[in-house]
């Protein structure tokens, strides 16, 4: 079993930056991908970043490609997402999952993942 925390979340102006961290406790030899999931109200989930423990590989969503950055450091359990040039579409609540697969385009766009955090609130405002 895996545990999954993401830390508070927060209010940015338009144009700011976060930082969101994943804390993973817990033991599953199979997990290898780390993703970011968000849902905005009214809209489905989406999967917009990964990463893979095993070689790094990295992964986003077109929507975020370029202003967001996923890394992770793995003798702490911990991948973090950190969110520059935010704007108000990116408000939403952000979850980290964990897959048993490697950081894929697939895997970043799967709509189950196998572990899963509570979900963290980002607002951005204009």
């Known amino acids: ?16 930056s976060l930082r969101l961290s994943c804390a993973a406790s ?3 030899t199979e997990v290898d991908a780390i993703g970011w999931y968000r849902q905005a109200p009214g809209k489905e ?4 970043s990964c990463i893979s423990k095993s070689d790094g590989t990295t992964k986003y969503a077109d929507s ?7 890394s992770r450091d793995n003798a702490k359990n911990m991948v973090s997402l950190q969110m520059n040039w ?7 609540v952000y979850f980290c999952a964990a897959h048993r697969s490697w950081c894929s385009v697939a895997t970043m766009r799967a709509p189950l993942a196998d572990y899963w955090g509570q979900g963290t ?3 951005v405002s204009s």
Request: aromatic content about 4%; cysteine-free; hydrophobic content about 40%.
């Open 1 to 16: 079993q895996v545990q999954l925390v993401e830390s508070v979340g927060g209010l940015v102006q338009a144009g700011g």
């Open 26 to 28: 817990g033991f599953d």
């Open 45 to 48: 989930r989406e999967g917009i």
């Open 64 to 70: 975020v490609k370029g202003r967001f950055t996923i």
């Open 86 to 92: 935010l704007t108000p579409e990116d408000t939403a």
């Open 121 to 123: 609130q980002v607002t």
